[in-house]
């Protein structure tokens, strides 16, 4: 796993690979053959997201509108979740992924504009 993590790490910095983000991101945010680091983690996943991959912009979606549970990781920065709907916005319309089209209007059904 280590020289995946190693591949998908080059993959995404030198090359801009969308898809290798998201996979750095996930073995980042899980201390796969790595150190855990959601911060990294989350920068991987913006990444992802700002080359294309829709899923990584979900992903990203998805760390700015839930409270970081110590237990589970950390972050130095607390989540955005105007910018939480954004990525989420961004999953739908650029990567028709049904469950960022939930998430981004269920958060106009509950009132966040």
Do not use: W
């Not at 319309?93 to 998430?103: K, L, M, S, V």
Request: with cysteine; aromatic share 14%.
């Amino acid at each position: 796993f280590a020289k995946a993590y190693k591949t998908y790490e080059i993959n995404c910095t030198e090359l801009s690979h969308g898809h290798s983000c998201h996979k750095a991101a996930g073995y980042r945010f899980f201390g796969k053959s790595c150190n855990k680091d959601a911060d990294l983690a989350y920068t991987f996943f913006k990444k992802g997201c700002e080359n294309g991959y829709a899923s990584s912009c979900l992903s990203a979606g998805l760390l700015n509108m839930v409270n970081p549970d110590p237990k589970v990781y950390t972050r130095s920065e607390p989540p955005d979740p105007k910018l939480g709907l954004e990525y989420f916005r961004k999953s739908c319309e650029e990567g028709q992924i049904a469950e960022g089209c939930h998430r981004y209007a269920a958060m106009f059904i509950k009132g966040m504009q």
